[in-house]
């Protein structure tokens, strides 16, 4: 089992910054690549991005590409960011972490709770 615990949402003007942490705990949380996905309401959940187990590999969605960047710190309790600039209005969502076997399409295991984003013009 493991368990996801996002924070660091809240409320921002257009082009400031945001940091999403995501903190991992679980017997075997080291076995999994950790995503970012969002969603907003009447729309499908949206993947962002994702990193790899070691943190060595990432890749991004082109919609996020270059503004936002994703990180993992394995030796605190396994935490991941989303580091978000340049934000528009478009990037309002609920922002939620993932945990899947491989970073290149894999259905999520597990889910965190979510937290809001909310970018205003």
């Known amino acids: 089992q493991v368990h996801l615990v996002e924070s660091g949402g809240g409320s921002v003007q257009a082009g400031g910054s945001l940091r999403l942490s995501c903190s991992a705990s679980g017997r075997t949380v080291d076995n999994y690549a950790l995503n970012w996905f969002r969603q907003t309401p009447g729309k499908e959940r949206e993947w962002v991005a994702a990193?790899?187990?070691?943190?060595?590999?990432?890749?991004y969605a082109d919609s996020v590409k270059g503004r936002f960047t994703i990180s993992r710190d394995n030796t605190n309790k396994n935490t991941v960011y989303l580091q978000m600039n340049s934000l528009t209005p478009d990037d309002t969502a609920v922002y939620y972490c993932a945990a899947t076997s491989s970073i290149y399409g894999s259905t999520p295991h597990y889910w965190g709770q979510g937290t809001q984003v909310t970018v205003s013009s």
């Open positions: 990193i790899s187990r070691g943190g060595g590999s990432s890749i």
